[in-house]
């Protein structure tokens, strides 16, 4: 069953605007990971954020995780054409099994 | 000096043949993956091997079956391929731990005729 579920599906903004996705998830997790998915590509680690922290930054990224609401937020900062790619939360739940459970995905459009 | 690299990156072929795909990872990492991402961009893991030993086996059709012959190498060989195969097949790999974060190969397109 899936796992994450990304909010919105889709999200097109302009340059220099923030973006920010959601991702709710069901299980109780050891941790929440975003990766990026440019067209074509393998998807890319962006930032991890362990069950006991509520907010990580880094770079123009910064996550949130709420896990009384099992959410998290993805916001990237004063956007570029670059930024354009698919974001994917992924859970990695409690468990021997090193496996992670990826969300369905939103698609970033940042227009220049 | 690619860390994850898979092969072939395409791959065309007709219903009822059988392929492989090549997986290697240069970080020393001990966890590999194959993961398959349908045509909405859905990715669901497969299987997941741990210094060669299989650790994750999802539900998959018995005609897909991973081969790990060292730590660095995880292929995967389906037989009988059936339209419903067509998708991105994605191999990764991680150190495990408590950080568990993946890194991806760019991934093999396989188109079922």
């Known amino acids: 069953s899936q796992q994450g579920e990304e909010d919105p599906q889709a999200l097109s903004i302009q340059e220099g605007e923030n973006a920010t996705m959601n991702c709710s998830y069901k299980?109780?997790?050891?941790?929440l990971q975003w990766y990026r998915q440019n067209s074509g590509r393998g998807l890319v680690h962006l930032i991890l954020i362990r069950s006991n922290e509520r907010e990580k930054h880094s770079g123009r990224l910064r996550v949130t995780l709420d896990t009384s609401k099992k959410s998290s937020s993805l916001l990237i900062t004063a956007s570029r054409a670059a930024d354009t790619a698919s974001y994917f939360c992924a859970t990695d739940t409690s468990g021997s099994a090193r496996q992670l459970t990826f969300g369905s995905g939103t698609q970033l459009t940042v227009l220049p | 000096d690619t860390a994850v690299s898979q092969t072939p990156k395409y791959l065309v072929t007709q219903m009822g043949n059988d392929k492989s795909i090549k997986c290697e990872q240069n970080l020393g990492h001990d966890t590999m993956y194959w993961y398959k991402q349908d045509s909405k961009k859905f990715l669901k893991i497969m299987f997941s091997y741990n210094n060669k030993e299989l650790i994750i086996n999802e539900t998959v059709p018995n005609r897909f079956s991973p081969k790990s012959p060292d730590k660095a190498h995880l292929n995967l060989h389906i037989n009988s391929l059936e339209l419903g195969d067509s998708a991105v097949y994605f191999c990764?790999?991680?150190?495990?731990?408590?950080?568990?974060?993946?890194?991806f190969g760019p991934g093999t397109r396989l188109t079922v005729l």
């Open positions: 990764a790999s991680s150190q495990g731990g408590s950080r568990n974060e993946q890194f």
């Open positions: 299980t109780s997790i050891n941790n």
